[in-house]
């Protein structure tokens, strides 16, 4: 397991980290950024290729029309601006994985540059002050976008799962040619924990688009983290060590915990950094050395001949902008306005697009809406979180818990009745109205006479504190509703208990 010097290393006396991610995030097209063959994962190896993705002589790249929409969407929702113009450049690497012995990527006119995420603010006090604004419940912090560009992905080597994967490598070469954007931030991140923040909300935005399913054990998402650390108050960097191929965003913090108190070793004990690429062992925590400067690679970048420069003009902007959903942010600040909830609580139910739909909708249909949100957070929540379930997987649907409700609101169900359902929902596994129906919809008790009988019993067995009440205490009122209820095992409506005592002490 990894050393959680986390919080020690956040709060170091002398040094502070500066870290700057990329991102390379496939896109959902059907089909690949060059040729028309298919991007769907799980394919046999080497079946979804052609003479273009092969690299073969004389085949000519066709730029696929919804790659560049879906890209720019994408970098719309991160806030970039959009280039009238970007260009197509070969990287020029040898790799087993790259037929054509270069990469079609984007390099000094990307398709989009200067945007931002925002984050909320740590907790620490680490981090770029002048960012963050004064509020303190919703503090946040902007985290800058160098630029997001377009490329294609190479293959990939395999190094089991075939019969001599001992002695040899085999290659499938798929994923040649699948769309993919890569998102560089400015070095703007200033701790493990905002970088971990930083990737949850980029992924979030993403799902958002609909550009991408953003699963990193599929390779939909992967992320470089580039760490340096720095003297407190010193302006300059320092050297910057590139930690790739992590594959979960937990690990990322780990592994950028891990080198930063690693640097932090070097420097203090008289050493230097070198530039260098490391890898993340997640079983032992620690980072290792991949290749040095040294033997980086100069990638001869120039443009790529057999592509025109990709003009996305106003017209075509216009377009691709209607496609922008409300985004996480907004949403949140306009679901805290309509219902009145927390913002907290905005956080949670805008966990997924579909999750807020469904709250949404569920909301709407219901007679309260704010009812509904309030059984969110006052019900639904304290009981996934002890049984530790996601919201995701909840027994009760949001159409359940509307349904429930409409009940309350009715006057049909108590509050406490609604609690016992709501238990048993969760003991069985069941949304609200299978086990509102399996329970043969029961009613709190409107039988005053019933209850009329209750309350003559409660009033004879607590005289003292009927004395007190005649004797001017009212509040003694809240006392006996409370016993009556109890009494009545809760299937008593709180408002006739209260009509019928005040009558009756009356
Ligand atoms: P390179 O040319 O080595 O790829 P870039 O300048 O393109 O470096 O930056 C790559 C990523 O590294 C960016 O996300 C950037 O914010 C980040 N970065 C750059 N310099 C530093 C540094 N000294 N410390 C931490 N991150 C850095
Ligand atoms: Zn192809
Ligand atoms: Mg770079």
Redesign the pocket.
Known sequence: MATTAATSIAAHPRFEP?????VHIQLLTATKIFCSCSTRFGAPPNSNVCPVCLGMPGALPVLNKKVVEFATLAAMALQCRINDTSIFARKNYFYPDLPKGYQISQYDKPLAEFGYIQIPGSKTGEGNQELRTENRELRTKKIGI?RVHLEEDAGKSLHEGFPDADEKTAIDLNRTGVPLIEI????DIASPDEAYQYLTRLKEIILYTGVSDCNMEEGSLRCDA???VRPRGQKE??T?AEIKNVNSFRFIREALEYEIGRQIDVIESGGKITQETRLYNANEGKTYSMRSKEQAHDYRYFPEPDLLPLVVDEKWKAEIARALPELPEARRARMVKDYGITEYDAQVLTFSKSLADQFEEAARAAKNPKRVANLVQSELMGRLKSKGVEIEQSPISMRGVAASADLVEAGTISGKMLKDLYDLCFERGKDFPAVYEEEGRPQQSTDTSALEKIIDEILAANPKQLEQYRAGKKTMLGFFVGQVMKASKGQASPQIVNELLTKKLG
Not at 18 to 22: C, K, M, Q
Not at 184 to 187: H, I, T
Request: charged share 20%; aromatic share 6%.
């Open positions: 500066v870290i700057g991610l990329e160098t560089v931030s400015e070095p580039n760490v340096s960097f320092g910057k």
